[in-house]
């Protein structure tokens, strides 16, 4: 591996706690009942945070957020820095998600501007052919096609200038369309568009991408999700994971098998019998620091999306330890190196995990 509706943009824009701190200390000038108000309209932002979501963990949120902002470019995109490549469309479709959980779209909140800028890339990085990929740096351009499905599904529930959503939709509706044609003939996805092969993690960004368009209101075949579900039930090994390819025999692999039951829950099959088993497989193996084989930000990034949307009650182990992890190991930047893929591959999926509790995205609601 590489790198791996119609929601209402009602989302609180929470207060730093750093800020709050700060902004309690009374002044010269100030009166005692003054400080008194001040004080519990702090103590008040407080209790408004999630559960498990510490004000040392929404200042760290706040950190990564305004890395983020500080590295997109001028053309609104992100470029890894890693040794994986640049991949714009894949790590700018990632970042844009995770300003998207911090309530922002293009036109409102703190940073609706670097979200506008984002969407104008990835729907210029639309292809002829329904493709949405940078062909000139992105050696495996499934992954981005995938990952900006997701987020533009996401965001175009949200987006109120009736020409940009219809801007959305057409990508939407030409991505969809290629990722059909894609479909290899065992229902999975692989690399590049006209391979006609197939691995775990470039189907599960497909097939992620897929939900999240026809929650949206986007036509999608439901052959082709019916397929796809079936490759993952073809991928799965007695022990409860799921191989790097359904057409081989192989070893199972922790980082896709935790995706595939993230695909499993977002298809709302919560009591399927092969998914209960794959999750107690990730269970066994998935620990807050690390994962057997590597890749474990991309473990992580899926396997706490299937625990929050189904309220497993390991959530209320998992996400503390996760997050205490996250908070000893983010950089002074406010960035964080996730899997050594590189600081906007691991930034913003690390954000992604820590705002899961805000419950913003329909595709990772409760």
């Not at 040794?83 to 300003?99: C, E, K, R, S």
């Not at 501007?113 to 990835?122: G, I, S």
């Amino acid at each position: 591996m590489a790198l791996g509706l119609r929601p209402e943009a009602t989302g609180l824009l929470w207060i730093c706690a750093a800020f709050v701190a700060l902004s309690a200390i009374p002044s010269s000038g100030q009166t005692v009942a003054e400080d008194a108000d001040l004080q519990a309209d702090a103590a008040t932002s407080v209790s408004r945070l999630p559960k498990h979501v510490t004000p040392e963990t929404k200042a760290a949120i706040d950190r990564g957020l305004a890395y983020l902002a500080r590295v997109q470019d001028r053309r609104g995109s992100w470029s890894n820095r890693g040794g994986y490549g640049a991949y714009p469309v894949a790590m700018t479709a990632l970042a844009h998600l995770a300003l998207l959980m911090d309530g922002n779209t293009t036109t409102q909140g703190r940073y609706a501007p670097q979200v506008d800028r984002a969407t104008r890339f990835l729907v210029a990085s639309a292809t002829p052919s329904g493709l949405i990929a940078r062909g000139e740096v992105e050696s495996r351009p499934m992954y981005g096609h995938g990952f900006t499905l997701l987020t533009l599904g996401q965001l175009y529930g949200m987006t109120e200038d009736a020409r940009r959503a219809e801007e959305i939709h057409q990508v939407l509706s030409a991505g969809v369309q290629l990722t059909a044609r894609a479909q290899s003939r065992l229902g999975g996805w692989i690399y590049t568009p006209d391979s006609r092969g197939d691995e775990g993690s470039v189907t599960i960004t497909q097939v992620q991408g897929l939900r999240s368009c026809r929650n949206a209101g986007i036509a999608v075949p439901k052959s082709v999700i019916d397929d796809a579900m079936a490759y993952l039930d073809l991928s799965q090994n007695t022990d409860g994971g799921i191989r790097y390819t359904a057409g081989q025999a192989g070893r199972s692999r922790v980082p896709i098998t935790a995706a595939a039951v993230c695909c499993w829950f977002n298809a709302g099959q919560y009591d399927n019998p092969r998914a209960k088993k794959a999750l107690a497989y990730c269970k066994e193996r998935i620990r807050p620091t690390a994962v057997p084989g590597g890749h474990a930000y991309y473990a992580h990034l899926y396997f706490s999306q299937a625990l929050y949307v189904s309220r497993d009650p390991y959530w209320d182990r998992y996400y503390p330890a996760r997050r205490d992890y996250l908070l000893a190991t983010q950089q002074q930047d406010g960035a964080w190196m996730g899997d050594g893929i590189g600081d906007v591959y691991g930034t913003a999926v690390a954000l992604i995990f820590l705002q899961m509790p805000f419950n913003q995205l329909p595709i990772m609601q409760r």
